[in-house]
């Protein structure tokens, strides 16, 4: 059985990564360097393209949301506490990075470690995921329940006005009233103070009108390629999802996580985020170290699923996972086993 031999082949897969978890401040400086000063740099040349063509500010748009990506990945990394050494320096940078994506900074990231902690647990997947249904939830809807999860689940929807909701709605209010997150709502609502603070000084200095022609489509850009990477590292064809009593947390890491198989280029400027099973495995892993850890290891990626970017786009036709065969499938493909039943 594959489960078994992953275990027996990755049984020191601890020992193994611990080197790699050691962060480095002279690479983490040379990140931030690299990601914010050229960010600042083309939001400032989108604003002088506004006086020369509006199409020219989105195409740039486009470029300037992969640095926001990369700016968003040291948040990410200083909410797992892994970019720097200092946890005090890895919360400040954190908090002024979700100045720029707008994701507030403790919320999100509490909400990740979530994630992190029950990722391939069925009855956890909507925390921090992307939700999908079973055949059989699926297949007891009514008639309407269905409709409303189809319309859900199509890419328009889901990639395209899904990320608008997200930004305005998930993340400025607090749906978790769980016991132990009262500072974190608190920290949510002086986040969301500090960054209207922020846009309404920006706006008043550029203007708002300059101003929200360059800021909306970087910002709505860079949400819809946090979703799509996010899509493809957990919804991927041969998933893994287990009940909690027969969770494991290797085979959640290297089978229910993908490895995104990019240029070398958008490996770059997504932080090395597709490198997704060796993050799952140990989130202490600062992002600048991921790719030094598969190259070194190359059994790691052994049993991950490698996926290219024309072969995720196949990852839209996954609707639902059928408990059976342990895999994401179509709708078209539930409708023959359907029929066939």
């Known amino acids: ?7 027996e082949a ?3 897969w601890q020992t193994m990564i611990k080197k790699y978890t050691e962060p480095d401040s002279t690479k983490a400086i040379i990140q931030i360097l690299n990601s914010f000063l050229p ?29 926001l990506v990369r700016v968003f990945i040291i948040q990410h990394d200083c909410g797992h506490l892994s970019f720097l050494k200092s946890r005090r320096w890895n919360h400040t940078i954190g908090f002024i990075c979700s100045l720029f994506s707008t994701l507030p900074y403790r919320y ?3 909400m990740h470690n979530y994630h992190h902690g029950h990722t391939g647990q069925f009855k956890h997947r909507d925390m921090g995921d992307i939700k999908f249904l079973s055949t059989d939830e699926y297949g007891a809807l009514s008639a309407w329940g269905k409709f409303c999860y189809r ?3 199509n890419p328009f929807i889901l990639f395209c006005i899904g990320p608008i909701f997200y930004l305005l709605l998930y993340n400025r209010f607090s749906f978790v009233s769980w016991e132990g997150w009262k500072k974190t709502r608190q920290a949510l609502r002086l986040n969301n103070l500090v960054l209207l603070i922020v846009y309404l000084g920006i706006g008043y200095l550029v203007g708002w009108k300059q101003f929200l ?9 860079f949400t819809i390629i946090a979703f799509w990477f996010f899509y493809v590292q ?4 041969e998933n893994y999802k287990a009940f909690k009593d027969n969770w494991d947390h290797l085979l959640a890491s290297i089978r229910g996580s993908s490895y995104y198989d990019l240029p070398k280029v958008f490996h770059w400027l997504s932080g090395n985020i597709g490198f997704h099973h060796i993050h799952h495995l140990n989130s202490k892993i600062p992002n600048y170290n991921l790719e030094k850890c598969v190259r070194e290891n190359p059994i790691l990626s ?3 699923t490698a996926i290219t970017f024309w072969e995720s786009l196949k990852c839209m036709r996954h609707k639902l996972w059928h408990e059976e065969s342990r895999r994401m499938i179509s709708f078209r493909e539930f409708s023959r086993m359907t029929q066939m039943a």
């Open 1 to 7: 059985m594959v489960e078994l031999e992953i275990k």
């Open 10 to 12: 990755l049984k020191n």
């Open 39 to 67: 960010f600042i740099g083309i939001w400032v040349l989108m604003y002088f393209s506004l006086q020369w063509s509006y199409w020219i500010t989105l195409l740039l748009a486009v470029v300037n949301a992969f640095f």
């Open 108 to 110: 999100w990231a509490k």
């Open 151 to 153: 319309v859900y689940r």
């Open 213 to 221: 022609l360059i800021q909306l489509p970087i910002v709505y850009l």
């Open 234 to 237: 957990h919804q991927h064809e």
């Open 302 to 304: 052994k049993y991950v």
